[in-house]
């Protein structure tokens, strides 16, 4: 039965969207699942897999000693961040300007964002977000009454976000560019040199850049980018690298999650890594926020760091076979457009029905969990005219295995034909 209550919520926490996912596992519930038939849930970017055995009994014995029930300095334990130093160094190349002290450990990377917005911006301020966007930042810019200005981002450009539309948005009200690559929810991987522009487009303005590269380490084929390195040559449309005057402390905030690299996402670790000028201002937020991160999970994985790269390594490398399986088993009318990360954006081909209702019958008809486009945008009309950028679904191909990406793409070239809708 609904209960009231005799006081009334704040009017920005009621601004504030609701999270989607329990709406799509809603769909899911009526499904009358079989073990001939069972669901297929590729809706939430979960690891697939736990994390390894070491890593379990380190967590195990981390979380039995009594040093580790206390408070921690906000920043995090000093030895998870210099281990974090060294292991960015192996991502970001060995010239890359990091120390401990631009380093803090967080409860997660959504709460590290809450941190960085809080830090960086005012209510009635604007913060720069591509759409479609993390429904995470969104929330959180909204409920800090920060007003998200919206990057459009489109299929027939990759789903990239364009420079010269980002500057046309710059007003003296913006305080900071959000990218998040591989990108969440498109799968999109922005390249070193677009990223150097953005970079060099947020220092001229004299505004912050950040980036969430929560799934950092499922870029296997060269380094996520450049800005953190110091070099004597301008090239930063060709190949990423900065202009010979760049100090990325001056401009750029890194975000980053423990969750899907290291399969720990109940653990809650996340980390800022950004300039020791900044940091009194986040651990200000911190403090009211987290007080510190879990402690045992930071103590477990601090020595482990270097051995669990094989794992790492191994767990992106299964990512990747997946979106490749997932690409080539996918039937020919459903169209990827952007792909990478945990994530991949396929256009539906039903013409004329909005991403909401085709992922509703999915769920419930089909028993494929995924989620459509309109979870990562503003509200739209579902039953007003329907433009391509309402026919989109994120999939999630990490929560699978081969078998059942291929049961999924078997299942959706079913429902072409039982759900009875005009193709394209």
Same mark, same amino acid.
């Given at each position: 039965?609904?209960?009231?209550?005799?006081?009334?919520?704040?009017? $920005?926490?009621?601004?504030?969207?609701?999270? /989607?996912?329990? =709406?799509?596992?809603?769909?899911?519930?009526?499904?009358?699942?079989?073990?001939?038939?069972?669901?297929?849930?590729?809706? =939430?970017?979960?690891?697939?897999?736990?994390?390894?055995?070491?890593?379990?009994?380190?967590?195990?014995?981390?979380?039995?000693?009594?040093?580790?029930?206390?408070?921690?300095?906000?920043?995090?334990?000093?030895?998870?961040?210099?281990?974090? +130093?060294?292991?960015?160094?192996?991502?970001?190349?060995?010239?890359?300007?990091?120390?401990?002290?631009?380093?803090?450990?967080?409860?997660?990377?959504?709460?590290?964002?809450?941190?960085?917005?809080?830090?960086?911006?005012?209510?009635?301020?604007?913060?720069?977000?591509?759409?479609?966007?993390?429904?995470?930042?969104?929330?959180?810019?909204?409920?800090?009454?920060?007003?998200?200005?919206?990057?459009?981002?489109?299929?027939?450009?990759?789903?990239?976000?364009?420079?010269?539309?980002?500057?046309?948005? &710059?007003?003296?009200?913006?305080?900071?560019?959000?990218?998040?690559?591989?990108?969440?929810?498109?799968?999109? +991987? #922005?390249? /070193?040199?677009? &990223?150097?522009?953005?970079?060099?487009?947020?220092?001229?303005?004299? &505004?912050?850049?950040?980036?969430?590269?929560?799934?950092?380490?499922?870029?296997?084929?060269?380094?996520?980018?450049?800005?953190? $390195?110091?070099?004597?040559?301008?090239?930063?449309?060709?190949?990423?690298?900065?202009?010979?005057? !760049?100090? !990325?402390?001056?401009?750029?905030?890194?975000?980053?999650?423990?969750?899907?690299? #290291?399969?720990?996402?109940?653990?809650?670790?996340?980390?800022?890594? %950004?300039? /020791?000028?900044?940091?009194?201002?986040?651990?200000?937020?911190?403090?009211?926020?987290?007080?510190? %991160?879990?402690?045992?999970? =930071?103590?477990?994985?601090?020595?482990?760091?270097?051995?669990?790269?094989?794992?790492?390594?191994?767990?992106?490398?299964?990512?990747?076979?997946?979106?490749?399986?997932?690409?080539?088993?996918?039937?020919?009318?459903?169209? &990827?457009?952007? =792909?990478?990360?945990?994530?991949?954006?396929?256009?539906?081909?039903?013409?004329?029905?909005?991403?909401?209702?085709?992922?509703?019958?999915?769920?419930?008809?089909?028993?494929?969990?995924?989620?459509?486009?309109?979870?990562?945008?503003?509200?739209?009309?579902?039953?007003?005219?329907?433009?391509?950028?309402?026919?989109?679904?994120?999939?999630?191909?990490?929560?699978?295995?081969?078998?059942?990406?291929?049961?999924?793409?078997?299942?959706?070239?079913?429902?072409?034909? +039982?759900?009875? !809708?005009?193709?394209?």
């Amino acid at each position: 039965m609904a209960m009231k209550t005799a006081f009334r919520l704040s009017k $920005s926490i009621i601004a504030t969207g609701r999270p /989607p996912i329990p =709406q799509a596992y809603a769909w899911a519930e009526a499904y009358p699942a079989t073990t001939a038939r069972p669901l297929l849930d590729m809706s =939430q970017g979960v690891p697939g897999v736990p994390p390894p055995p070491v890593l379990l009994d380190a967590l195990a014995k981390a979380t039995a000693a009594p040093e580790n029930c206390g408070y921690l300095p906000n920043a995090g334990v000093s030895e998870l961040r210099k281990a974090m +130093v060294a292991e960015m160094k192996r991502s970001y190349g060995a010239d890359a300007d990091l120390t401990p002290d631009d380093i803090a450990i967080t409860a997660g990377c959504n709460l590290a964002f809450v941190a960085v917005a809080k830090a960086l911006a005012d209510a009635g301020e604007e913060i720069i977000l591509p759409v479609p966007w993390y429904f995470n930042h969104e929330m959180t810019l909204t409920m800090l009454e920060i007003k998200p200005v919206l990057l459009h981002t489109y299929a027939k450009e990759g789903f990239l976000p364009s420079l010269e539309r980002c500057a046309s948005l &710059i007003t003296n009200k913006t305080k900071a560019i959000v990218l998040v690559t591989p990108n969440n929810p498109t799968g999109a +991987v #922005y390249s /070193p040199s677009l &990223i150097a522009s953005f970079a060099k487009l947020a220092r001229d303005h004299n &505004i912050a850049l950040v980036i969430d590269e929560t799934y950092r380490d499922f870029i296997t084929t060269h380094a996520p980018h450049h800005l953190f $390195s110091r070099r004597s040559s301008h090239a930063s449309t060709t190949d990423g690298v900065p202009a010979a005057d !760049w100090d !990325w402390r001056t401009t750029f905030v890194h975000l980053f999650s423990f969750s899907k690299s #290291y399969c720990i996402p109940g653990h809650r670790l996340g980390l800022i890594c %950004a300039s /020791p000028a900044l940091m009194p201002a986040l651990t200000a937020a911190l403090d009211n926020l987290q007080i510190c %991160a879990p402690r045992p999970p =930071q103590a477990g994985l601090a020595p482990l760091l270097p051995a669990l790269r094989p794992f790492v390594r191994a767990t992106a490398e299964a990512v990747a076979h997946r979106h490749t399986l997932f690409k080539a088993r996918l039937p020919p009318r459903w169209r &990827i457009g952007s =792909q990478g990360g945990y994530y991949a954006f396929v256009r539906h081909p039903f013409a004329d029905v909005h991403a909401n209702v085709v992922c509703e019958r999915l769920a419930k008809e089909m028993g494929v969990v995924s989620l459509p486009a309109g979870f990562f945008g503003p509200r739209g009309d579902e039953e007003g005219t329907v433009g391509d950028e309402d026919r989109w679904v994120r999939f999630s191909v990490a929560n699978v295995d081969d078998l059942k990406v291929e049961l999924v793409c078997e299942r959706l070239e079913e429902s072409e034909r +039982v759900f009875g !809708w005009e193709l394209d």
